[in-house]
């Protein structure tokens, strides 16, 4: 939301909290209002935090000095955890007529809700791409909840406790008398129905006390500790009863309508079924316009990455990254067959909550991770043919540096794939599986703003190469060389295996066209096997292009003949016709010209936009090279488009120039 005030207004605080560096302080002076210490005057504006009992300082000088009061609360998506377990917000809400959940005056929010007309289609859009958005991905105030935590059989009644003395419930018109009535209602009102009561997480964690305790337990009523996602508990419910929780605003975005015995935002539009009389409330709102108000109106969000005011979509792309290694990695990873200069990078990635154990023994790794209850990871190209225990093997992304892995430039995406791996289409892999399936609400709308950018920004996986030279007059195919011991061509070519034998199929079949021959840069470096001779080169293509920017060649040609290369992925994003003479992961789905039948389970015919969904957003994780943060693809467009993608370290440039001198003996430490 854009915060009107007087212009030339400033922002006063009389709270240590809001006045220290950190997360709110930063929000809101990208907010245009810095906190600061001094005398407001009446045009000025006093910042507190909600009703908390801190605010009365702020309330009193605004009193005094008749400035109007800037009234703060964490947004409606907070962080994985609770903040007193150490983790920012993503978003405030900043009021100046109230706070959200206290109904005894006007909020903002409430206005919004009160005035808004809810006719811009592209707002009621992204509403409704929002809600289904947060449930595929199971998003909600507080994401930390642990997916595997065993949830009760469907069918019960779920009534929903808060915290002792919370603010929220002290100014949203309860008691514990309410939630005492909340109880006996819900078992009176459902007879014979289970009754699950949903600690809240703080309380989960042991930080602060709930309204509910073994005492309430019984042979109907059971206490859910566990720290389970909200939305699948939501699912498996046929009523649900709140005092003010937010978990009443998501009951309602998952199609309840919802028992409330307080008085929170939600309440009083006709949504759900209130014990209190809302006379300000006279509107009836659909649950698109209740998630369009409080979701993408009210909040000011924030980038923790690129450190700047975010949209509601950013803040779910910021979250998505960061939920994926919670909440893959949270026991603990065992890493075998890792080379020691990438060992650093996966720490970043796979080690955030706790540390990777780097095991090479397939044995020793398996006995590790089976005692200590880990997770198994393993470099795709050298898992072993068996492993006692489930593993996922790891490659690098599409999207991956500026500057060549052979040159232990480290990576900014890793995929972890729990099937196969990408390039090997002998088996199933995970983004197969991703391909194959729905995309999420808004994902191939979200997909083309990212191509669009990578396209125009001339982007592509090692974003290395000079300049485009003139090229031959005619009809033009680009033939991508490829390292000839790569797993993909193992794997993915049956026919052809080398760049000659690609070079000369291509010219038999197009004895009149221009080819343009692109060698690998492993093989122009040195450090890959795969080079052709120059006679044969001579006969075969009409020009090699040795150093040339392949993603600046694609614009010029009408044709991508190759085997597994992915520049055939990046000639698809620019829209030029690609013939597949292996099966690369992006063969097989009726978007190319395929020499090979495609896999069995390669049945689908996705859009475009959905294969790119798949491989450059759902598949890979992505570590922002600046702050070190699980960040989304958007993110690493950004820094590879102003040159902040990093290199790696000093030492590590010092070996790569050493293992260049040394190419002829690649093979001993690769």
Request: positive net charge; charged residues 25%; proline residues 8%.
């Amino acid at each position: 939301m854009t915060l009107t005030y007087t212009p030339g207004a400033r922002l006063f605080a009389f709270n240590a909290g809001l006045l220290k560096p950190g997360r709110v302080r930063r929000i809101l002076t990208l907010a245009g209002l810095p906190p600061r210490l001094g005398r407001p005057g009446r045009d000025d504006l006093i910042a507190v935090w909600g009703r908390s009992p801190y605010a009365a300082r702020g309330e009193a000088m605004a009193a005094r000095s008749e400035a109007s009061l800037l009234r703060i609360e964490d947004a409606f998506l907070r962080s994985l955890r609770p903040g007193r377990s150490g983790d920012p917000t993503m978003g405030l809400i900043l009021d100046r007529r109230g706070v959200h959940f206290d109904a005894s005056a006007p909020s903002d929010l409430e206005h919004i809700l009160s005035t808004e007309r809810f006719e811009d289609h592209a707002l009621i859009a992204r509403a409704r791409d929002g809600i289904a958005r947060l449930q595929a991905l199971d998003i909600s105030k507080y994401s930390g909840h642990d997916p595997d935590a065993a949830l009760p059989a469907p069918g019960y009644v779920l009534v929903v406790d808060q915290l002792q003395g919370d603010a929220s419930v002290r100014h949203g018109g309860l008691t514990p008398q309410s939630f005492r009535e909340m109880l006996v209602r819900a078992q009176e009102e459902h007879p014979g129905r289970r009754v699950v009561v949903k600690l809240h997480p703080e309380t989960v964690l042991g930080l602060r006390q709930g309204h509910y305790g073994p005492a309430d337990a019984s042979d109907r009523v059971t206490l859910l500790a566990d720290n389970v996602s909200p939305w699948k508990l939501l699912e498996g419910a046929i009523a649900v009863y709140v005092g003010s929780s937010q978990l009443g605003f998501e009951a309602i975005l998952a199609g309840h309508r919802p028992h409330v015995f307080g008085q929170p935002f939600y309440a009083g539009w006709g949504l759900s079924e209130d014990e209190t009389v809302f006379p300000r409330r006279r509107r009836k709102l659909t649950k698109v316009q209740l998630f369009a108000g409080a979701m993408l109106l009210a909040p000011t969000w924030y980038d923790p990455c690129r450190d700047r005011l975010a949209s509601f979509e950013e803040v779910v792309d910021q979250l998505e990254a960061e939920l994926r290694p919670f909440r893959e990695d949270r026991h603990g990873q065992v890493a075998m067959g890792m080379r020691l200069w990438k060992r650093p990078t996966l720490q970043r990635f796979f080690g955030r909550t706790r540390p990777l154990r780097f095991v090479d023994d397939p044995a020793k790794a398996g006995k590790l991770a089976a005692d200590e209850g880990r997770g198994l990871l393993v470099w795709a190209g050298k898992a072993p043919q068996t492993l006692a225990l489930p593993f996922r093997r790891v490659e690098d992304g599409f999207l991956r540096s500026r500057g060549l892995g052979a040159k232990l430039v480290p990576p900014l995406s890793l995929v972890a794939d729990d099937l196969g791996i990408y390039y090997d289409p002998t088996r199933e892999s995970r983004l197969d599986r991703l391909i194959s399936a729905p995309v999420i609400a808004g994902g191939e709308a979200r997909a083309a703003r990212l191509v669009e950018r990578i396209v125009a920004g001339g982007l592509s996986k090692y974003n290395l190469g000079q300049a485009v030279p003139d090229l031959p007059e005619g009809h033009r195919i680009l033939v991508p060389g490829q390292v000839e011991d790569d797993a993909s061509i193992r794997l993915g070519a049956p026919g052809l295996r080398t760049n000659l034998d690609l070079l000369r199929h291509v010219r038999a079949k197009n004895p009149d066209a221009v080819i343009l021959y692109k060698p690998h840069p492993d093989v122009e470096a040195g450090l890959r096997p795969g080079r052709i001779p120059k006679a044969d080169l001579a006969s075969l293509a009409d020009a090699v292009l040795p150093h040339c920017d392949p993603a600046a060649l694609l614009p010029h040609v009408q044709e991508v003949w190759t085997l597994t290369s992915l520049l055939g992925f990046e000639a698809l994003l620019r829209g030029v016709p690609v013939t597949c003479l292996g099966q690369p992961f992006y063969a097989g789905w009726g978007l190319t010209r395929d020499a090979i039948p495609a896999p069995p389970w390669r049945r689908g015919r996705p859009a475009l936009m959905a294969l790119a969904h798949a491989a450059l957003i759902a598949y890979p994780r992505y570590v922002d090279p600046v702050t070190g943060r699980p960040c989304p693809p958007e993110v690493i467009v950004d820094r590879l488009l102003a040159g902040r993608a990093g290199t790696g370290s000093v030492g590590l440039r010092g070996l790569s120039r050493l293992q260049s001198l040394l190419a002829s003996y690649a093979h001993l430490w690769r």
